[in-house]
């Protein structure tokens, strides 16, 4: 031999790899029960069964070979033999926590791969055999076509025949194994680490089997798909079935509520202010909680089970033809709730140009705020039928609307990675946390959370800007037989607005709505709400805002002004935080413009389809 053979300790974080370096060489490297302990590479020698020295790196956990924060960079560098100071090791030890196997095989078959000589150890098998799992070394062996040990690297048991094995792998004739250096996707890996998983699980816990059955149904490649819909389906079903009776009562106060001020309040600019103002405007808002609070307790309820998780499996290929991977799929989830936390999220996406890319499509989801403008038009224009047994016309348009924004922002995100950042994205590599039941206080005070945001927003930046917008729909006082808002400064504004939406058949009252609603979406809401109550002084009855834009809207307006909330960037808090985060003005512009241009056109169409089926 001429050069002393290098050997890589490499596999997921907290495998037991520092561990397993110092029962081999002696050394003291700091072990610790968390990912990340070891965070640079570390060299030590140690004596092969021969009687020659090798070189054996110990390095720091991780989940792929291609991922890219700095720790992990280490690792890849090493591995490949790239980077100045390295070369190619001539043999990988590659450690497994046995009792996290199919989580820990994935970067292991990607390892294996390589085609290098290549040793496991199963390490912690004390640990799976205090919990009751059993686990076969030798068919593991077989599946993998490498020897592997099983090591309790904490006891030294293990050591020597990993010695011995790693001797006739760094010493003996390379093969290079056929299918080296295979790229597969996530899913994929996955589900051939958890096929390989259950042949070399001899017994386990009920719990365990529970998971493995679980997992092999819900990220199968047909039946996974097919429940993720069903899931989104239901809950887009429940946010109109079950709000309904919470929302029409809270409705029903709201009106009565304004009703019983109007009628016994003297008329001036006050009882104006409160009932047209708070109640028609603010309140409009404000009754679309019950919808808000089911939307978020299936999300919840779905988070604390460990579903997403495995949702995010599922979609990594999809978003892999966008131009994403994997790790957007949980900042665009937030984003449902809101895109500025979304867009904070994305600091946990290590490739910058994925980063970039999901900052730039986050305003697609459709976010809580957007939730009351389509109830609102959807209660008024969608008669409330059901198309099948137990699927309602307003819920399946709800979910159409839906899924415009998340198709619009895979084909948007698409465009952009192709056309706008160029070049390629890191793959996507996640735990499987353990299935559990939600815990019901979780549930509790997500929704609280939830409840207060909403009012808290109805409190502060809805009502402020309602109160701007019946200051201005108000004056000046219009002359006998004039609308009071075509008369009013609000009215002049959107006036002029109009000429520029009125191709894409919005009316003066959508114009009117437009520009405050930019400081909260909801707001458009509350300003038709307004308008409308303001111009409608002499109907008589009381109607809701749903009855009132049903009869002033045609269905073709009704539906481009849906298509334009699916799209257009309604909100300066989404801009502000994408300023921050991308550290300049470039990309929030860019997004802006590209956002309205595709909000208009995409209205446009919608527009001139609707009038051409005869629905203007
Ligand atoms: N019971 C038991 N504990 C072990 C065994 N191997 C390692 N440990 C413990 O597991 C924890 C993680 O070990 P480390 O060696 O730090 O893991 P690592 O793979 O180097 O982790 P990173 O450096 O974060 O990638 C430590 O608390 C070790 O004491 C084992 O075989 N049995
Ligand atoms: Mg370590």
Not at 142 to 159: D, N, S
Not at 303 to 311: F, L, N, Q, S
Not at 417 to 429: A, C, D, I, L, S
Request: with cysteine.
């Amino acid at each position: 031999m001429t050069r002393t053979p290098l050997i890589a300790v490499v596999g997921n974080p907290n495998a037991g790899k520092s561990a397993l370096f110092n029962a081999l060489t002696g050394a003291r490297q700091k072990v610790g029960n968390y990912p990340g302990v070891t965070v640079e590479r570390h060299a030590g020698r140690f004596m092969l069964a021969n009687g020659h020295t090798a070189e054996l790196v110990d390095l720091p956990g991780a989940y792929a070979l291609d991922a890219g924060s700095p720790d992990e960079e280490v690792t890849r560098n090493v591995v490949l033999g790239e980077g100045d100071y390295e070369r190619l090791p001539d043999a990988l030890l590659v450690v497994l926590d046995a009792a996290n196997l199919d989580n820990h095989l994935r970067f292991a078959l990607q390892l294996i791969q390589l085609g290098l000589p290549t040793v496991v150890a199963l390490n912690m098998v004390d640990l799976a055999e205090r919990d009751g799992l059993e686990l076969d070394a030798a068919v593991l062996e077989a599946e993998l076509g490498v020897p592997v040990i099983e090591t309790v690297a904490v006891r030294r048991r293990g050591i020597d025949a990993v010695r011995d094995k790693l001797t006739e792998a760094a010493t003996g004739p390379r093969d290079v194994r056929e299918g080296a250096g295979v790229e597969e996707d996530p899913l994929t890996l996955q589900r051939r680490a958890r096929e390989i998983a259950m042949k070399a699980i001899v017994s386990e816990t009920p719990t365990r089997q529970f998971t493995h059955r679980l997992d092999g149904l819900l990220l199968h490649p047909v039946a996974g798909p097919i429940i993720l819909a069903v899931l989104l389906f239901v809950m887009f079903q429940a946010v109109f079935a079950w709000a309904a009776p919470p929302a029409d009562f809270l409705e029903g106060v709201v009106i009565g509520a304004g009703e019983w001020i109007g009628t016994n309040m003297t008329d001036s600019w006050l009882k104006s202010l409160i009932v047209d103002g708070l109640f028609a405007g603010v309140g409009a808002v404000v009754v679309f909680l019950p919808q808000i609070l089911i939307l978020f307790l299936f999300i919840l309820v779905l988070e604390g089970t460990g579903y997403m998780v495995r949702a995010a499996f599922l979609m990594d290929k999809l978003m892999g033809r966008a131009g994403l991977n994997g790790s957007a799929f949980i900042p665009l989830l937030s984003s449902f709730a809101c895109a500025v936390p979304g867009i904070m999220a994305t600091r946990t996406i290590e490739d910058p140009k994925d980063r970039l890319t999901t900052i730039l499509i986050a305003p697609l989801m459709t976010c809580s705020a957007r939730l009351p403008v389509y109830a609102l038009i959807i209660a008024a224009f969608i008669p409330n039928r059901e198309v099948a047994p137990f699927i309602g016309l307003q819920g399946l348009v709800l979910f159409g609307l839906y899924v415009a924004g998340i198709v619009g922002a895979l084909i948007l995100g698409s465009l952009i990675r192709r056309k706008v950042v160029k070049g390629e994205g890191g793959t996507f590599m996640m735990e499987l946390p353990k299935y559990q039941m939600p815990r019901i206080s979780d549930v509790l005070i997500g929704l609280w959370q939830r409840a207060w945001i909403f009012l808290k927003r109805a409190g502060t930046i809805i009502l402020a800007t309602t109160m701007l917008l019946w200051v201005l729909a108000s004056y000046p006082k219009a002359g006998p037989g004039e609308s009071q808002v075509e008369a009013s400064i609000a009215g002049k504004i959107a006036s002029g607005i109009e000429v520029v939406v009125e191709p894409i058949g919005f009316n003066r009252d959508i114009s009117l709505a437009l520009l405050p609603a930019m400081a909260a979406r909801e707001v458009a809401v509350a300003a038709i709400g307004t308008v409308y109550a303001l111009d409608a002084e002499d109907e008589d009855g009381l109607q809701t805002l749903e009855e009132r834009v049903a009869g002033r809207w045609s269905l073709a307006t009704a539906l481009a002004f849906l298509a334009w909330f699916v799209f257009a960037p309604q909100c300066i808090s989404t801009i502000a935080v994408t300023r921050r985060e991308t550290n300049g003005w470039k990309w929030p512009l860019f997004m802006t413009g590209y956002l309205f241009a595709v909000a208009y056109v995409a209205a446009g169409i919608t527009y001139w389809t609707a009038v051409a089926f005869g629905l203007g």
